[in-house]
């Protein structure tokens, strides 16, 4: 058998690689360049180039490809073939620095949120080389930013990086302000934890709303759902094994550090956690990650949900971003340590994630806005939309002690180095509690919990990256011009435990209480991605991004754009499957079995037996087929003029308002009826059926 450490990154252009195949001068300036994170000196590019294509081609690659995350969400790639005609007739295999540093994708169809009309028409790709090559189904695939000819971003990877830098930038001048002299770099780390569903390939086939939408428009609850909480960290079945230890190979093959897989909440839900790691490798590697679920998925007879609600009435798929920054001689600004009321990196590090989430609540939702993500935030299995942090009480109580300037006291001093020892434990105590917030802090890192499962992480990260940013060049102000660097930092904590403690919140955040708590406290609650997206545009926050030349104004008009119209689009989609299901599906369901009902009233009244059983069910499918087919014409009518609206935002709008509840109305028709139609006569497999027959 195959030894793990034998094919881990075997199809990874990685360091060893680098080291091995390219000559040495050529190797160590790459390395240096993706160590600092600075621009690639193109005289090496050819000869990076080169190696890339030999060691591709070794490994069986035809094709190379700029792989990058145009806004649509999901991967693109253009496959090339490495192949160039010489003058006899026969071909060589090519590839230059040219193709491996810069490509122009055909790439007027990828939104563009107005960008490309005003700037220029073409794209262009540019290769990422902090993100090692890898090969996938026989192609070299080069990591690339993807932008328009005068450079605005146009994908998902620019602004990460650049929001990278902008922490980097800040955090090195904090860093050196406490003396830390020997820093050189910090990057942000990320280990994000994937959720999805599994479901029976045959049975998916059979329900055009998992085929089109990802998700269930319609559906009735089986008399079992996830309350016996029997399903989570449960017994893997077998199919559902052998398609977690197939994914874990593949993904190791490409360097992927898949950790740990279980089963999640709700029946046939499950969870992949990798190893952290540098923030857009994790990115990219959350990418690769998506993209092999479904492509194995299929291989075992199943398929791969990543829509946040494929079900009602059962959890949804979410994906927690656990987020630290550390130096590059190995401090973690987040971890305690033994000392944590003398460990001032940490301290400060916490309060600048306490003022920048305070500050900027609205950045973190509007992060994890999707009409997907929409129907799960808010339900009682996610975060709330509102947006708060969870210290623990030993934390609290740390910060609270530094900000009253009581820590050299000898009594807290005690309790305090308890509350040191008790840190790495207290993820255990508050676990009840701490899996309700949406910020929680959970031992070295911050984890953020509100984003959707489908969603790329790098719109929340260059959120937490460029508001900590801008808290740390406040505070890397004010400690430059300090003269007592403590006495300014037990300031800082002290104004930041006055004006921010709104935010902290250590407990129950899916009650009721807490909704009305959180509006007293004056916390932002945008429901919705209609509500939320708007708020990217303001005068404060355009000014924020460009101040860390995160994005211009130009490049968020266009976001806010591309996102709303997404946005409807997704739920036009949704309505028009819901439409077709029910006209062709449902109703003359309803009809055939009403059919039925009738010959046996008509049947038992010729001989005399009662038949008021079927009398009863015969009205009131009759009613509910009554309304489906008045509520569909509605529908019908309202999807029509929602798509004669010009205006994003007002079209968005009435898509949520308008559209969005019709489907609900309809959806609860046609699940009342499916439950009292036999199975047999039902068009679509039941939710038993997909939740359960794995
Ligand atoms: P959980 O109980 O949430 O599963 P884990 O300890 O397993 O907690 O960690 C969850 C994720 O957090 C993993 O992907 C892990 O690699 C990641 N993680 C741990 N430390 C850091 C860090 N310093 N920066 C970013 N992510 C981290
Ligand atoms: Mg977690």
Same mark, same amino acid.
């Given at each position: 058998?195959?030894?793990?450490?034998?094919?881990?990154?075997?199809?990874?252009?990685?360091?060893?690689?680098?080291?091995?195949?390219?000559?040495?001068?050529?190797?160590?300036?790459?390395?240096?360049?993706?160590?600092?994170?600075?621009?690639?000196?193109?005289?090496?590019?050819?000869?990076?180039?080169?190696?890339?294509?030999?060691?591709?081609?070794?490994?069986?690659?035809?094709?190379?490809?700029?792989?990058?995350?145009?806004?649509?969400?999901?991967?693109?790639?253009?496959?090339?073939?490495?192949?160039?005609?010489?003058?006899?007739?026969?071909?060589?295999?090519?590839?230059?620095?040219?193709?491996?540093?810069?490509?122009?994708?055909?790439?007027?169809?990828?939104?563009?949120?107005?960008?490309?009309?005003?700037?220029?028409?073409?794209?262009?790709t540019a290769w990422d080389p902090s993100s090692y090559a890898f090969i996938k189904d026989e192609t070299l695939c080069i990591p690339t930013a993807f932008c328009s000819y005068s450079g605005e971003a146009l994908d998902?990877?620019?602004?990460?990086?650049?929001? &990278? #830098?902008?922490?980097? %930038?800040? $955090? *090195? @001048?904090?860093?050196?302000?406490?003396?830390?002299?020997?820093?050189?770099?910090?990057?942000?780390?990320?280990?994000?934890?994937?959720?999805?569903?599994?479901?029976?390939?045959?049975?998916y086939d059979k329900r055009p709303d998992l085929i089109y939408c990802g998700r269930t428009l319609i559906g009735s609850m089986p008399p079992k759902g996830q309350e016996m909480d029997d399903h989570y960290f449960g017994v893997l079945k077998p199919r559902v094994a052998a398609f977690m230890r197939e994914l874990d190979k593949e993904l190791w093959r490409l360097g992927v550090?898949?950790?740990?897989?279980?089963?999640?909440?709700?029946?046939?839900?499950?969870?992949?956690?990798?190893?952290?790691?540098?923030?857009?490798?994790?990115?990219?590697?959350?990418?690769?990650? &998506? #993209?092999?679920?479904? %492509?194995? $998925? *299929? @291989?075992?007879?199943?398929?791969?949900?990543?829509?946040?609600?494929?079900?009602?009435?059962?959890?949804?798929?979410?994906?927690?971003?656990?987020?630290?920054?550390?130096?590059?001689?190995?401090?973690?600004?987040?971890?305690?340590?033994?000392?944590?009321?003398?460990?001032?990196?940490?301290?400060?590090?916490?309060?600048?994630?306490?003022?920048?989430?305070?500050?900027?609540?609205?950045?973190?939702?509007?992060?994890?806005?999707?009409?997907?993500?929409?129907?799960?935030?808010?339900?009682?299995?996610?975060?709330?939309?509102?947006?708060?942090?969870?210290?623990?009480?030993?934390?609290t109580d740390l910060l609270n002690s530094v900000a009253n300037g009581n820590h050299h006291d000898n009594a807290k001093r005690v309790k305090m180095k308890i509350a040191a020892e008790i840190i790495p434990e207290f993820k255990k105590d508050n676990a009840d509690r701490n899996r309700t917030s949406p910020f929680a802090f959970t031992g070295n890192k911050f984890e953020f919990r509100m984003l959707g499962s489908a969603s790329s992480i790098s719109d929340t990260n260059v959120m937490i990256n460029t508001m900590v940013a801008d808290v740390f060049q406040h505070y890397a102000d004010r400690l430059e011009k300090a003269e007592d660097i403590s006495a300014e930092i037990n300031l800082i904590v002290k104004e930041v435990m006055e004006n921010h403690k709104r935010i902290i919140f250590n407990g129950d955040g899916y009650s009721a209480e807490w909704e009305a708590e959180a509006e007293k406290r004056g916390l932002l609650n945008l429901r919705s991605t209609v509500?939320?997206?708007?708020?990217?545009?303001?005068?404060?926050?355009?000014?924020?991004?460009?101040?860390?030349?995160?994005?211009?104004?130009?490049?968020?008009?266009?976001?806010?754009?591309?996102?709303?119209?997404?946005?409807?689009?997704?739920?036009?989609?949704?309505?028009?499957?819901?439409?077709?299901?029910?006209?062709?599906?449902?109703?003359?369901?309803?009809?055939?079995?009403?059919?039925?009902?009738c010959e046996t009233i008509n049947n038992k009244n010729s001989i005399r037996v009662d038949s008021s059983v079927e009398s009863e069910l015969l009205s009131r499918l009759t009613a509910a087929n009554k309304e489906l087919f008045s509520l569909s014409s509605a529908l019908k009518m309202a999807v029509a003029s929602s798509e004669r609206e010009k205006d994003i935002l007002k079209k968005a709008t009435e898509y949520h308002d308008t559209i969005l509840k019709l489907m609900a109305d309809i959806r609860k028709y046609s699940d009342s009826a499916e439950s009292v139609v036999p199975e047999s006569d039902w068009p679509y497999p039941s939710y038993g059926d997909l939740l359960f027959k794995i």
């Open positions: 058998m195959e030894k793990v450490y034998e094919f881990f990154g075997t199809n990874v252009f990685n360091d060893s690689v680098m080291k091995e195949r390219l000559p040495a001068d050529t190797y160590e300036i790459l390395k240096s360049s993706i160590k600092e994170g600075k621009g690639l000196d193109s005289g090496i590019a050819d000869t990076v180039a080169s190696a890339m294509k030999d060691w591709a081609i070794e490994k069986g690659a035809t094709h190379f490809t700029h792989w990058f995350q145009p806004l649509t969400g999901i991967t693109a790639e253009k496959h090339d073939g490495f192949i160039s005609p010489t003058e006899d007739g026969h071909i060589i295999m090519e590839f230059s620095g040219k193709e491996l540093i810069k490509g122009e994708p055909d790439a007027s169809s990828f939104p563009s949120g107005g960008l490309r009309a005003t700037f220029e028409a073409r794209g262009y998902q990877k620019t602004p990460l990086l650049r929001s &990278m #830098e902008a922490v980097n %930038k800040q $955090a *090195l @001048r904090i860093v050196k302000a406490l003396g830390f002299d020997d820093v050189k770099r910090t990057t942000t780390t990320v280990g994000p934890e994937q959720e999805y569903f599994l479901v029976d390939k045959t049975l550090l898949a950790k740990t897989e279980h089963n999640e909440a709700a029946p046939s839900q499950h969870e992949l956690a990798p190893i952290f790691t540098t923030t857009n490798i994790a990115a990219d590697h959350n990418q690769l990650t &998506m #993209e092999f679920m479904k %492509k194995t $998925a *299929l @291989r075992h007879g199943l398929v791969c949900l990543l829509h946040e609600k494929p079900y009602d009435r059962v959890n949804g798929s979410g994906k927690h971003n656990n987020w630290s920054i550390s130096t590059d001689t190995g401090v973690n600004f987040l971890k305690a340590g033994k000392n944590p009321a003398d460990n001032k990196l940490f301290i400060l590090t916490m309060a600048a994630v306490i003022e920048a989430v305070d500050k900027h609540q609205d950045l973190l939702r509007i992060a994890v806005a999707t009409a997907g993500n929409d129907h799960r935030l808010g339900g009682h299995e996610a975060p709330p939309a509102i947006i708060s942090i969870f210290l623990g009480e030993e934390l509500d939320a997206l708007p708020l990217l545009k303001t005068e404060e926050n355009i000014a924020l991004f460009e101040r860390h030349g995160v994005l211009n104004r130009a490049e968020i008009n266009s976001r806010v754009d591309i996102i709303l119209e997404n946005y409807t689009k997704v739920i036009h989609i949704e309505a028009l499957t819901l439409l077709d299901m029910i006209n062709r599906g449902v109703i003359p369901a309803i009809t055939r079995y009403s059919n039925i009902l």
